[in-house]
């Protein structure tokens, strides 16, 4: 067998069998394939995709290459759920405690943010203390005893996915379903849980921009995950502006605590209740409809909050900046960002406030970049509200002042406004099961 052959196969538009699938990625991930003959078979398979059979063979290959979780000692209890990225999503923060707390065992690993999308692992590293790097046999008893434990990607989980990523982000190769549905996949099913709940958003703020795209890629996972004996359910959400007001760590932390004391955002707290009682209903094979009500009055009785400092605490982070938020690390300098426009909100580019905070420090540009924590924007405005000139449409903040000029440009481009007040687009677009 060939790799000139295999990308010779798939340039002509023809199914790559098994065998041709393992042979590619297994002889890349060893370094018997060169970059330049792998990059020629993604941009082959990114012209003229790939069927359901070769996405599951390629999933599937991926995820063997490296470790593989055994969940099975907490029966089918086990659920993870996964965003495809977007601009302040603090989802995990807030739907982990609650699902935990209804008895769902949320064995979690997250990744780190790179460009203008958070990440997890990072949000949480903002708490002083939290280790986010537990060994497996740390990880499995925190589960065992809390029903939660969030982590950050082992360096051998899906290890082909690592190494095909780097190379379709510099090879103009990103931009295709069935390598973005195995990429993701890979990684879920490797993770081991029973059950996964997909955020796949949709919108400027978000990689796949329109509606359509964001159902295909959801279809192609959720019949990845149903080939390998997962229950999975996704949920298409908008990804135009950011979700809830805070982005940046420290800021996105305060946010989830306030939704887990019941005085978040409210679209925030919808979509949270949401996605955990879908986490909810795969668990305990029960109705959605039952699962949603269990997940409200885990936050309305406080459950979910507890649970949350149970969890902090088992990983060794200090507590008392989540009883009190103003602990939490915040840059020093800030910036009131004011409207030179009279009317209505109709819109707030979610990417440019995702780019903006990037830019005063709270995302990366480059693998290597540090984070502050304590940089970020607060929206003091949202789509439909009325301004005038002069009113204050965020806040940012940064630990140098030279920062400001740049994202204050970027904030206020993101923005756009109409004489009539607009409708409120839906969050919850679509469900796919």
């Given at each position: 067998m060939?790799?000139y052959?295999?990308?010779?196969?798939?340039?002509?538009?023809?199914?790559?069998?098994?065998e041709?699938i393992?042979?590619?990625?297994?002889?890349?991930?060893?370094?018997?394939?060169p970059?330049?003959?792998?990059?020629?078979?993604?941009?082959?398979?990114?012209?003229?995709?790939?069927?359901?059979?070769?996405?599951?063979?390629?999933?599937?290959?991926?995820?063997?290459?490296?470790?593989?979780?055994?969940l099975?000692?907490?029966?089918?209890?086990?659920?993870?759920?996964?965003?495809t990225?977007?601009?302040?999503?603090?989802?995990?923060?807030?739907?982990a405690?609650i699902?935990a707390?209804?008895?769902?065992?949320?064995?979690?690993?997250?990744?780190?943010?790179?460009?203008?999308?958070?990440?997890t692992?990072?949000?949480?590293e903002?708490?002083?203390?939290?280790?986010?790097?537990?060994?497996?046999?740390d990880?499995?008893?925190q589960?065992?005893?809390?029903?939660?434990?969030?982590?950050?990607?082992?360096?051998?989980?899906?290890?082909?996915?690592?190494k095909?990523?780097a190379?379709?982000d510099?090879?103009?190769?990103?931009?295709?379903?069935?390598?973005?549905?195995?990429?993701?996949?890979?990684?879920?099913?490797?993770?081991?849980?029973?059950?996964?709940?997909?955020?796949?958003?949709c919108?400027s703020?978000?990689f796949m921009?329109?509606?359509a795209?964001?159902?295909?890629l959801?279809?192609?996972?959720?019949k990845i995950?149903?080939s390998?004996?997962?229950?999975?359910?996704?949920?298409?959400t908008?990804?135009?502006?950011?979700?809830?007001?805070?982005?940046?760590?420290s800021l996105e932390?305060?946010?989830?605590?306030?939704?887990?004391?019941?005085?978040?955002?409210?679209?925030?707290?919808?979509?949270?209740?949401?996605?955990?009682?879908?986490m909810v209903?795969?668990s305990?094979?029960?109705p959605?409809?039952?699962?949603?009500?269990?997940?409200?009055?885990s936050?309305e009785?406080?459950?979910a909050?507890?649970?949350m400092?149970?969890?902090?605490?088992?990983?060794?982070?200090?507590?008392r900046?989540?009883k009190?938020?103003?602990?939490?690390?915040?840059?020093?300098?800030?910036?009131?960002?004011?409207?030179?426009?009279?009317?209505y909100?109709?819109?707030?580019?979610?990417?440019?406030?995702?780019?903006?905070?990037?830019?005063?420090?709270?995302?990366?540009?480059?693998?290597?970049?540090?984070?502050?924590?304590?940089?970020?924007?607060?929206?003091?405005?949202?789509v439909?509200?009325?301004?005038?000139?002069?009113?204050?449409?965020?806040?940012?903040y940064?630990?140098?002042?030279s920062?400001?000029d740049?994202?204050?440009?970027?904030?206020?481009?993101?923005?756009?406004?109409?004489?009539?007040?607009?409708?409120?687009?839906?969050?919850?677009?679509?469900?796919?099961?």
């Amino acid at each position: 067998m060939r790799i000139y052959d295999i990308i010779s196969k798939k340039r002509h538009g023809l199914s790559l069998s098994k065998e041709e699938i393992e042979f590619a990625v297994n002889g890349y991930v060893r370094g018997d394939i060169p970059d330049y003959q792998m990059s020629a078979l993604l941009m082959a398979i990114c012209i003229n995709s790939m069927n359901e059979e070769e996405t599951a063979i390629l999933t599937k290959t991926m995820m063997n290459s490296g470790d593989v979780l055994d969940l099975s000692r907490f029966s089918n209890l086990t659920v993870d759920k996964h965003s495809t990225g977007g601009v302040g999503d603090k989802t995990t923060l807030i739907v982990a405690p609650i699902a935990a707390s209804l008895g769902c065992k949320v064995a979690k690993m997250s990744g780190r943010g790179l460009g203008f999308t958070g990440g997890t692992v990072d949000k949480l590293e903002a708490i002083s203390g939290y280790n986010t790097s537990l060994s497996v046999e740390d990880f499995f008893s925190q589960v065992e005893k809390i029903g939660i434990a969030v982590i950050g990607q082992t360096g051998n989980l899906a290890p082909a996915d690592k190494k095909i990523y780097a190379l379709r982000d510099v090879t103009a190769t990103i931009d295709s379903v069935p390598l973005i549905a195995s990429s993701i996949m890979s990684k879920k099913l490797a993770a081991g849980s029973s059950s996964i709940v997909l955020d796949v958003k949709c919108g400027s703020g978000a990689f796949m921009k329109d509606r359509a795209g964001a159902i295909s890629l959801a279809e192609a996972m959720v019949k990845i995950g149903r080939s390998f004996g997962r229950r999975v359910r996704a949920v298409i959400t908008n990804m135009d502006a950011p979700l809830g007001v805070c982005v940046g760590n420290s800021l996105e932390i305060c946010e989830a605590v306030d939704v887990l004391k019941g005085r978040g955002d409210k679209k925030l707290t919808s979509l949270c209740l949401t996605l955990a009682a879908n986490m909810v209903s795969l668990s305990f094979d029960i109705p959605y409809e039952e699962a949603y009500k269990k997940a409200v009055l885990s936050l309305e009785s406080g459950k979910a909050f507890e649970k949350m400092l149970e969890w902090v605490s088992y990983q060794g982070g200090d507590v008392r900046p989540i009883k009190d938020t103003s602990l939490l690390p915040l840059a020093k300098h800030k910036v009131e960002v004011k409207s030179d426009f009279d009317g209505y909100v109709c819109r707030i580019d979610a990417e440019k406030i995702g780019l903006a905070s990037m830019s005063l420090g709270a995302g990366r540009a480059k693998k290597d970049d540090k984070i502050d924590f304590g940089a970020g924007i607060v929206l003091k405005v949202g789509v439909s509200d009325k301004v005038s000139r002069g009113d204050v449409l965020a806040v940012a903040y940064a630990s140098d002042k030279s920062l400001f000029d740049g994202a204050e440009k970027l904030i206020k481009e993101a923005f756009t406004f109409s004489d009539k007040k607009p409708e409120e687009k839906e969050l919850i677009l679509d469900t796919i099961s």
